[in-house]
């Protein structure tokens, strides 16, 4: 008997966790609520004082110059990214390659699509460093007119990617009542107010 | 014949007790109050879904734009984007050129309407993955688009102005 008490105390433990989850009370181990951002810390102070590396950053498409724009059409589809960031020997930026530069090239040059991406990059390939602020994204965003963000460390490597979408979803964390979301043909949803 | 003097005085209203939120930051309460309307959600360029893709991609091309509307008989059916371009057109472009919009576009695009809040739509954008939210009427009818760009430009000014 001894042997099953733990195994009963555990399976309690359970219980009481899943019907303090579902009904809002613990009564067996303390239920651990994870921290949300916007109890602690408001958006505004948040862009100003948070990193960029507090953003979900995504794990860049790199490729050197002489790759083909195939190949790095191939690599940014298969990574589900709308860039790749053309990098030296040593990972440090030296271009960008987009979709919307994929689609003039499709129009002016479609052959092009063989050659090397370095022959159709941009060579300003916009940066924040690690330590920036959240703000500083925003602003980078803006002034250089700009999709994606590629994130480098204090050496200048590239470390990540960021951009409008990482920027999005990190001030739709400030507003977890508001995920709405309807599809054309679909009846709207019936907690919209006022539909 | 009711007594409606009788039910008026009986009525409770349900929002009697209803206290709206309010915001001590001011980002916050910009985009929870703030409705799509407020930022610039033209111009937009749209295609029929019989169009050629080579066609679309040219408009695209031209317009320096990343997303086309598709709209049959005055209803929002899809949207290209330059996504499309990439996953499904690129890498054989010479056999897709001629084939319809309508093959590649995203069907039933998820959308918001132009009183709807502008974090409904940031939020409609980080969770659905689309980074461009058409905004159509209550009757389906286009009204525009909320892109990216235009949520950036008013966060940099609401956050610039404080």
């Known amino acids: 008997m001894p042997a099953l008490f733990p195994r009963w105390l555990e399976w309690f433990n359970q219980a009481t966790n899943f019907l303090g989850c579902a009904f809002g009370y613990s009564a067996g181990l303390p239920v651990v609520e994870p921290e949300r951002r916007s109890d602690t810390m408001k958006l505004y102070e948040s862009l100003a004082s948070e990193h960029v590396t507090e953003l979900a950053l995504r794990k860049p498409v790199l490729c050197t110059g002489d790759v083909t724009v195939r190949a790095a059409i191939q690599r940014m589809q298969a990574a589900k990214l709308g860039c790749a960031i053309i990098v030296d020997a040593d990972h440090r930026p030296i271009g960008i390659f987009t979709e919307s530069m994929l689609t003039q090239l499709l129009v002016n040059d479609p052959a092009a699509v063989d050659g090397p991406v370095s022959a159709r990059m941009s060579e300003q390939c916009p940066v924040v460093h690690e330590t920036n602020s959240v703000s500083r994204v925003l602003q980078a965003l803006q002034r250089e007119n700009t999709r994606f963000l590629a994130v480098v460390n204090h050496e200048g490597r590239v470390t990540g990617l960021t951009g409008q979408k990482g920027l999005m979803e990190y001030v739709a964390d400030h507003f977890p009542q508001q995920v709405l979301v309807q599809r054309v043909g679909s009846p709207p949803p019936k907690e919209r107010e006022g539909a | ?162």
């Open chain 2, 1 to 162: 014949m009711p007594d409606r003097t009788r039910n008026l005085s009986e009525f409770q209203d349900p929002l009697e007790n209803y206290e709206p939120p309010t915001y001590d930051d001011p980002l916050e309460q910009a985009l929870a109050e703030e409705t799509v309307s407020v930022i610039q959600s033209i111009p937009f360029a749209k295609v029929t879904p019989a169009t050629p893709i080579g066609e679309a991609v040219e408009m695209l091309a031209n317009l320096h734009g990343s997303c086309l509307l598709v709209e049959d008989e005055g209803r929002l059916v899809g949207v290209f984007t330059d996504r499309d371009v990439l996953d499904k057109v690129a890498l054989g472009y010479d056999d897709a050129k001629t084939r319809t919009v309508s093959s590649v576009m995203t069907h039933d695009p998820v959308y918001v309407y132009d009183t709807d809040s502008l974090a409904a739509a940031l939020t409609v954008m980080a969770v659905s993955g689309f980074r461009y939210v058409p905004v159509v009427d209550h009757d389906g009818k286009i009204l525009g688009i909320v892109s990216p760009q235009r949520v950036t430009g008013f966060l940099r000014r609401v956050f610039d102005a404080n």
